[in-house]
């Protein structure tokens, strides 16, 4: 092996890790909807297409930068997720899998659609001077804006879980999650509770747009890949564990850019569901998740 | 139909280092009804489990009528002659009460007229018959515990073994149930145990009595040798008292 | 008892009239309708057909699966290939063809079931395995790679090789949907059938009462491939064309999905009356969005419809319309 192979497997492992931060806030959302309603959001993918193009429409029309757009898609994103779980979703808890999964199946083609009518189907991406800057650290070299988006990923992460351990209503997610009948014993609103914690969900997938818009344009083709690869990292993860979505979305994003350096690029979401098939059959819980009874 | 002898030998079971069952041995005859009692917790649904084939035991084995069949699969030891209804019911909520005791009943019957013959008969039996086209779900729990019974005599077991089928019953339903039950032994030999807190239920069926706390066996006599066993009124007694 | 006895026992004879009655008109349909209708009633027929298959393994046996292109892809692609490279008819190759979604659908089945994945996680299996097989056949030369396989359109009809017009497709897809439905039938009038409804509801308590709950699955995942292979088969020569991008997608493996559950999961003519409102809705909104000529609203209305129906009528269609009209079975 050379030293000029082991460099550029360096650089993928980095730039792996970088997207597998925001990969990671993504599937978080889809984590915390799973872990405290036991309803799969096969919608996921379709919310971070949305989320990515409200950052492009924010970035087009209006010049702000994804980074500054963030937070107001986060707050959009946090309020449509409340009102939904509220008015659509909420009669679905506890009904079979498969009227969830039609359910969501059916406002999953409802955004896709709307996307595609409001915004056509061409790739639409920023342009932005950060684009072309990179950081030099020794013989490694970062996109400036895969590093920027990872930071704030990190951030993101950190804010949650200072919601989830000092918030009350965070720490009622998170003993919902754990078990959800005891919270109700214990008297919490779980009506709004749930409400809530669909807005939480959806505000990490709506900044993980606004996120992912600055690394690569969007087309509404790309939704059924994010909710794909949203499922392989919170299953890898361990579902409903929010630090094996993190954890998840590193090894996905990581294991993504070594297989796209090693094999043909096309290749490389067959690594991802090979991983996935793995740690279906020998620990369905998630490298994170709890051990089953 | 006639009764098995079910034979447990030094069974013992443990989850992830916390004993559940610890070398628990006694012998059910042929034809007898004979009583598990012990206070919550002591592992009596566990034996239950390693009996009818939930769980393997780490040690010892469960025989009937000579035959091991501890480590074989639930459908196995269905097969072998082990019916078993559960503590927290178990109906097929979507299917009719007729249909639910026909999917016992088709174990010995394939074609599906002769099996639910079968499990009309036993509905009947059970005074449930009027209620067999209503769905599972919609029966109230003293039926659905009424429906684990005949679900489970539909298979024609040789042993029965009940977890807890009194409870949640009225003391003249309770009447009705070991009625049945007496009549059933005495007319075809099966073989049963009974999981029961009901003492009165207990008193007035089993000829034998196991008694486990904290996974092992503390006592096993008549009945009247039970009500005066000192271990025995000492857990019952230590469980009486306010914590 | 005989078949029929077993096939018809119970049914009112209006529901048989009914039966008959359509039967003869799905037989008279080609001179009745125009080159459009036979077009649409040649989608009802595939839906209902692949869909009384996915119904087998998710209504009847209540096991999950997003994958089901997998089986349906394989079965298409073999078929293709056999017939193109080596000049092998479908009606010999559809039996390479199912007998290798059958060894594919052992494969998910046993280890979905050998490790107890239920629901959710052994849907994810199933879609996992759909999209690895997806991108293997995306770098399989002899399947023709992402390119695709082509299969030369041939305006002469030849029975023999299942070339031919939409009339010929008609009349193949027209057996294989009503067989289906008469094998469904004697499948649930069966004891295997009833072992699956027990699985459906209570894998535990199933094997309390005997029911071999692995092998009762296990058949259910080869049949329901088995069928669904027949589809792909069915359908790589009807449209002479075959990419694994579309083959072997999440979406086909969903649309497999969507007229049972519209219809009425576990119930026979649930994929059927599922089949005829989904494509009867597709092709009223294909029209009302050309009318207005953007792209996208087809499905806006097509998303709008199945939200409508899973709210209001989550259990199906087909119940309400049985119950209403009185077309249920009697009770014994």
């Keep these: 092996m050379t030293a000029d192979f082991l460099l550029s497997l360096a650089q993928a492992i980095t730039k792996g890790l970088l997207t597998g931060m925001v990969y990671g806030l993504m599937a978080l959302g889809l984590s915390v909807i799973f872990g405290v309603m036991r309803v799969v959001n096969f919608a996921h993918g379709e919310m971070m297409v949305v989320g990515m193009y409200l950052a492009w429409m924010g970035f087009e029309y209006l010049q702000v930068s994804p980074m500054l757009s963030l937070p107001v898609i986060a707050v959009i994103f946090f309020g449509a997720g409340y009102a939904l779980q509220r008015a659509v979703i909420s009669p679905f808890i506890g009904r079979p899998e498969h009227q969830q999964f039609l359910l969501l199946l059916a406002i999953a083609i409802l955004l896709v659609n709307v996307s595609l009518v409001i915004a056509g189907p061409d790739s639409r991406g920023v342009q932005m001077d950060s684009q072309f800057e990179s950081y030099e650290l020794g013989p490694f070299v970062f996109d400036a804006v895969r590093v920027h988006a990872a930071l704030t990923a990190v951030v993101i992460a950190g804010l949650l879980w200072l ?72 299953i890898v993860g361990g579902l409903g564990s929010m630090t094996g979505a993190l954890a998840g979305g590193l090894l996905i994003g990581v294991s993504e850019a070594v297989a796209g350096l090693l094999l043909q690029p096309s290749l490389k979401s067959m690594v991802s569901f090979g991983i996935l098939i793995l740690v279906l059959l020998l620990r369905p819980q998630g490298l994170f998740g709890k051990s089953g009874p | 139909m006639s009764g098995a002898r079910l034979e447990l030998d030094g069974i013992g079971k443990s989850f992830r280092g916390l004993r559940a069952v610890h070398d628990v041995s006694f012998d059910v005859p042929a034809g007898a009804i004979n009583a598990l009692i012990g206070p919550n917790g002591a592992g009596k649904t566990t034996i239950f489990n390693m009996i009818a084939g939930v769980y393997r035991p780490d040690a010892g084995s469960v025989r009937l009528d000579g035959r091991q069949i501890s480590g074989l699969r639930p459908d196995l030891v269905c097969d072998a002659g082990v019916g078993r209804t559960f503590q927290i019911v178990k109906p097929f909520k979507g299917l009719s009460v007729l249909e639910n005791v026909t999917v016992g009943a088709l174990h010995r019957r394939p074609a599906l007229p ?80 009974l999981i029961e807190h009901v003492m009165r239920a207990v008193m007035a069926l089993a000829s034998n009595i196991v008694v486990v706390s904290y996974g092992e066996k503390i006592a096993e006599g008549t009945p009247a040798e039970i009500a005066r066993h000192q271990a025995v009124l000492d857990v019952y007694l230590g469980e009486a008292e306010p914590a | 008892m005989t078949l029929l006895a077993r096939l018809t026992g119970g049914v009112p004879a209006r529901s048989l009239w009914g039966l008959g009655l359509l039967l003869v008109l799905l037989l008279a349909a ?167 409804l027990a699985i459906r509801e209570d894998p535990e308590a199933a094997q309390a009462v005997g029911v071999p709950v692995l092998r009762c699955k296990m058949i259910a995942i080869m049949i329901s491939a088995a069928l669904t292979a027949l589809a792909g088969v069915w359908n790589a020569f009807y449209y002479n064309n075959l990419f694994p991008e579309t083959a072997f997608a999440m979406g086909r493996s969903i649309e497999f999905t969507l007229a049972p559950i519209i219809g009425g999961l576990g119930t026979l003519f649930g994929p059927i009356v599922g089949a005829v409102v989904l494509t009867g809705l597709g092709e009223i909104f294909t029209d009302l969005s050309e009318v207005f000529h953007i792209s996208g609203l087809k499905q806006i209305f097509y998303g709008l419809a199945l939200l409508v129906i899973v709210m209001y009528r989550p259990a199906g269609v087909w119940p309400w319309i049985a119950e209403r009209f009185g077309f249920g079975e009697k009770r014994r």
């Design chain 1, 163 to 234: 919601f989830f351990t000092r918030t009350r209503i965070g720490k009622s997610i998170r003993a919902a999650a754990d078990n959800n009948l005891g919270a109700l014993v214990v008297g919490l609103d779980v009506r709004r509770l749930y409400a809530f914690t669909f807005g939480v969900g959806a505000a990490c997938v709506g900044a993980a747009g606004a996120l992912m818009i600055t690394i690569i344009p969007v087309t509404p083709f790309l939704a059924a890949e994010y909710t794909l690869l949203a499922f392989v990292i919170v």
């Design chain 2, 114 to 193: 002769d099996a639910r013959a079968y499990a009309a008969d036993i509905l009947l039996q059970l005074g449930l018959h009027d209620r067999r086209h209503q769905a599972a779900e919609s029966l109230t729990l003293p039926d659905r515990k009424r429906l684990e019974v005949a679900r489970a005599l539909a298979t024609e077991p040789k042993l029965l073994l009940l977890d807890e089928v009194m409870a949640g019953l009225r003391p003249t339903e309770i009447d009705v149930m070991v009625t049945f039950l007496q009549e059933l032994n005495q007319r075809t030999g099966l073989t049963i145990l």
């Design chain 3, 30 to 196: 080609p001179a009745l309708l125009g080159k459009y209708g036979l077009s649409v009633l040649i989608l009802v027929l595939y839906f209902a057909f692949v869909g009384q298959a996915w119904n087998i393994m998710m209504g009847f046996a209540g096991q999950l699966s997003l994958g089901h292109a997998l089986y349906a892809g394989v079965g298409g692609y073999i078929a293709a290939g056999l017939f193109f490279h080596y000049g092998i008819g479908p009606w010999a190759g559809v039996f390479v063809a199912v007998a290798a979604a059958v060894a594919a659908g052992s494969i998910v089945g046993y280890l979905g079931f050998r490790f107890s994945l239920a629901g959710v996680y052994f849907a994810l299996l199933t879609i996992a395995f759909s999209e690895f097989t997806r991108i293997a056949f995306d770098h399989w030369g002899w399947a023709g790679g992402s390119g695709g396989l082509f299969l030369k359109v041939d305006a002469t009809s030849d029975i023999l090789n299942l070339r031919g017009g939409p009339l010929l497709f008609y009349y193949v897809i027209l057996a294989l949907a009503a067989g289906t439905f008469i094998l469904c039938r004697l499948l649930l009038e069966s004891r295997l059938g009833r072992y699956w």
